[in-house]
């Protein structure tokens, strides 16, 4: 679905109209009060001061007071009612954001994780900013039309200033705004990517330590910091030429109204009252002018930010399908779809080209556990990602079965149900052991066979919490082996009928290696699942049924670990090194 970034800044303007309209209009109420502040003295100079009369000047005051409780009520509950809209309508975006990032169909887009992240939350919160800035750009005209009225009754060619005069000023203030947008734009980009950068990198600090990246990957950082950092100073350098150009040109407008009533007042043409008047709204004038002038600034920040939320929200899915509902009580969203389900944990590949395979065929049968030796880690990585299902294959690229059906024939959620793909580089959360390997109410019935399977007890038995270990983010707090088996427990825990495990034990000694290939194979026994290793490691392919070899994209050899051992040089050498 096509987005922009001014479809999102229109939905968040109608969704919260009700409160934006009643905010504006308060902010209007609020700076009309402040405009007559100095219409109201000039009038208490006149009746009151000038005349001496007292009964005049006590209910002059009190209606002054009263002019104060109005604007003051008014601007305070308008701020509230729009604070309300803005972190609703933020709260709504770092929703859809977060849906559309997890969709299991993927998103075909170039951002970054970390990128992605600063999309999420600090763009999501800029562009509910479009909401202020309507209301106080409503608020800002009412008050230079209100003054405008205003000098015009006391002077027509004082009022023709203002009403000339503003015009002039705001159109050169818009033209400045595409350049701001611009430079607010590539600003935000710029330290977006940084911050996808330091996430990647404190996310791979210990693997970086251990292969003395350190300094290239500081250099790196370093770089894209300056980037970020030339950017911003430039969106900084435009933004103070721009309000020190608006400032300039709006207090000399105020200058010159001020100083008009003063000559007016020497002439004889102005009484004491309304140079007061007058020089009060000249006064006055500097603060919409500069609330003016400051929207454009803010309106680029929000536009650059809006247009990045547009780029994911309107991100193309990888692959086709019916949207799956992502609300765990919404109920089985495949129940009333009509194609047909998986009725069987049967997998068949037939002439697939993806990547560096070059028309592969591979089956797996209800029951059998298979191995796949790729000796290329190219062939291995693509793979991976068709069965993972978050790559689009046209009919020309070969076929995919999911249960003797094509997978484009089914419904996503149940191929989502039946394949589970875990991935060797996979990523832990914030938590727990137990939050992490237990991700829906049926895997705790399976949580203790996982543990035993994937040898998290050596982990749990660590440590006094057992499985309420505290996880920190991407469970940086666990060795490289401790996350692969946390992981690895919360693929078999899930138990679904087709698993598919990608260099789950590269990171464990042989020992426990041995230990948890016996563990997926007695786990994942029976007629109703199937098992696909793709692996080098001798302990995982000897349990298997039978092994699959890839080699330049194409399969080169089929048997059992024990024959390819026997009768393959090539296997041997790769796989018992």
């Keep these: 679905m096509a987005i922009s970034g001014g479809g999102v800044l229109r939905r968040a303007l109608v969704r919260h109209r009700a409160r934006m309209i009643g905010s504006s209009l308060l902010f209007c109420l609020h700076q009309f009060c402040e405009t007559m502040v100095p219409v109201a003295i000039g009038i208490i100079v006149s009746r009151a001061v000038e005349t001496g009369d007292v009964t005049a000047m006590l209910l002059s005051l009190v209606g002054l007071a009263a002019l104060f409780v109005v604007l003051s009520f008014a601007y305070r509950i308008g701020a509230r009612i729009i604070v309300v809209a803005i972190e609703r309508e933020a709260h709504l975006l770092r929703v859809e954001v977060a849906r559309t990032v997890l969709d299991p169909r993927g998103i075909d887009t170039e951002l970054s994780a970390g990128e992605l992240l600063t999309v999420g939350t600090s763009d999501a919160e800029k562009t509910s900013w479009i909401l202020d800035v309507v209301a106080r750009s409503a608020s800002a005209t009412t008050a230079l039309v209100v003054t ?85 100073l430039r969106l900084a350098r435009g933004n103070s030429a721009y309000l020190g150009l608006s400032a300039t040109v709006g207090s000399l407008l105020a200058a010159g109204v001020a100083g008009g009533a003063g000559y007016l007042a020497l002439t004889g043409r102005l009484t004491l009252g309304e140079l007061v008047t007058v020089v009060g709204l000249a006064q006055f004038l500097v603060e919409p002018l500069s609330s003016l002038s400051r929207l454009p600034g803010v309106t680029a920040v929000v536009r650059g930010s809006a247009d990045r939320v547009a780029t994911v929200l309107g991100a193309p899915p990888l692959v086709e399908g019916a949207v799956p509902d992502l609300d765990p009580d919404a109920g089985d969203a495949a129940a009333t779809d009509a194609r047909p389900s ?170 426990t290696e041995h230990a948890i290939a016996d563990g997926i194979r007695t786990l994942r026994a029976g007629p109703d699942r199937a098992t696909v290793v793709v692996s080098t490691s001798p302990a995982l392919l000897a349990v298997t049924d039978r092994v699959v070899v890839i080699d330049d994209g194409r399969v080169v050899a089929r048997g059992t670990h024990r024959s390819l051992s026997t009768t393959d040089p090539t296997y041997r050498e790769r796989v018992l090194r």
Excluded: K, M
């Excluded at 330290?191 to 970086?208: N, Q």
């Excluded at 065929?361 to 059998?368: F, N, Q, R, T």
């Design 148 to 232: 405008a009225v205003a000098l015009l009754v006391v002077d027509v060619p004082l009022g023709l200033a203002v009403v000339i005069g503003t015009p002039l000023l705001l159109l050169v203030l818009q033209w400045c705004a595409p350049v701001l947008t611009r430079a607010a734009t590539a600003s935000q980009t710029e330290i977006a990517r940084v911050s996808g950068l330091a996430t990647d990198l404190v996310g791979g600090v210990r693997p970086l330590r251990g292969i003395g990246g350190e300094g290239a990957a500081a250099r790196r950082y370093a770089e894209a910091s300056r980037r970020a950092l030339d950017a911003t």
């Design 342 to 511: 998986v009725r069987a944990p049967r997998l068949d590949l037939h002439a697939v080209a993806h990547g560096s395979l070059r028309g592969i065929d591979l089956d797996v049968a209800p029951g059998e556990t298979v191995g796949v030796v790729a000796y290329r880690p190219a062939d291995a990585e693509s793979l991976v990602s068709v069965l993972s299902g978050q790559v689009p294959l046209d009919p020309s690229a070969g076929r995919v079965g999911v249960g003797g059906t094509d997978v484009r024939e089914l419904p996503l959620t149940e191929v989502r149900r039946t394949v589970l793909v875990e991935p060797h580089a996979a990523d832990l959360f914030a938590g727990t052991v137990r939050t992490n390997i237990v991700t829906r109410a049926a895997d705790e019935a399976r949580l203790d066979a996982a543990v035993t399977a994937s040898a998290v007890t050596d982990l749990i038995d660590l440590h006094e919490a057992g499985l309420d270990h505290p996880v920190t983010d991407r469970g940086a707090s666990l060795s490289g082996g401790q996350r692969q088996r946390v992981a690895l427990a919360r693929a078999l825990a899930a138990d679904p009928p087709l698993l598919v495990l990608h260099d789950p034990t590269t990171a464990v000694d042989s020992v």
